[in-house]
């Protein structure tokens, strides 16, 4: 990702106080962080030995759970 035609807001110094960047690039930059964020999540997810089963199994336990609760 190359963010292109930053803009800074400076104060009277001349010291960079903020940064205006196109829209784009803000996505851009929010996408690159989640997709950070969900590969520390998963890295500090395999340091636990805890058992574990694959999301489609999980969601399907969860859906029984959630009909056989809605039936009592």
Known sequence: MKLT??????DMD???LSVILPFE???EL????EELEDIRI???AKL???PSLPVDNAFQL???????AKKL
């Not at 969860?62 to 056989?68: N, P, Q, T």
């Open 5 to 10: 035609k930053l803009q800074y807001i400076t």
């Open 14 to 16: 001349g010291k960079k």
């Open 25 to 27: 690039d803000y996505l």
């Open 30 to 33: 929010i996408e690159a962080v």
């Open 42 to 44: 998963y890295d500090e």
């Open 48 to 50: 636990y030995k805890a």
């Open 62 to 68: 969860i859906e029984k759970k959630r009909l056989k």
